[in-house]
Every structure is written in structure tokens, then in C-alpha cells.
């Protein structure tokens, strides 16, 4: 998977240099994740259905709050 200049931080990565969330990468097929804060030590890669499901049960249960 190819994310070279593909990386983005969600609105939520926090105040001045938003250094305090995960980036994400997309492809047509895989999300990868890394740490912004370290992003040289390595990424998490999935399917992207995966992680769709992943982030819907993410706001499900803050619905549910």
C-alpha cells in the first residue's frame, strides 16, 4: 500500500501542531494507522471494511453515552 503524502489528522488531533492523535492513509482497499506523534515507528494496516466497523462501533458507543 502506497500512502506517501496520503496521511491525515483527524480535526480532534488537539491545539497548536495537533501532534496528539493516529493519522490515517486510505487506499481503495486498506486504512493504515500510525501514531503522529512517532510516525516513523510503524503502522497498523487493515481492510478497510474492518475499519469501517471499527469506527462505527467507535460512535455507536459514544451514542450511547
Do not use: Q
Not at 500500500?1 to 488537539?14: A, E, L, P, Q, V
Amino acid at each position: 500500500m502506497s500512502t506517501h503524502g496520503n496521511w491525515r489528522k483527524s480535526s480532534y488531533s488537539g491545539e497548536g501542531d495537533g501532534n496528539e492523535c493516529v493519522e490515517v492513509a486510505n487506499s481503495t482497499t486498506h486504512v493504515a494507522v500510525r501514531d503522529s506523534k512517532a510516525p516513523s515507528c510503524g503502522t497498523l494496516t487493515v481492510p478497510a471494511e474492518v475499519f469501517a466497523t471499527f469506527l462505527g462501533g467507535i460512535k455507536r458507543a459514544g451514542a450511547e453515552r
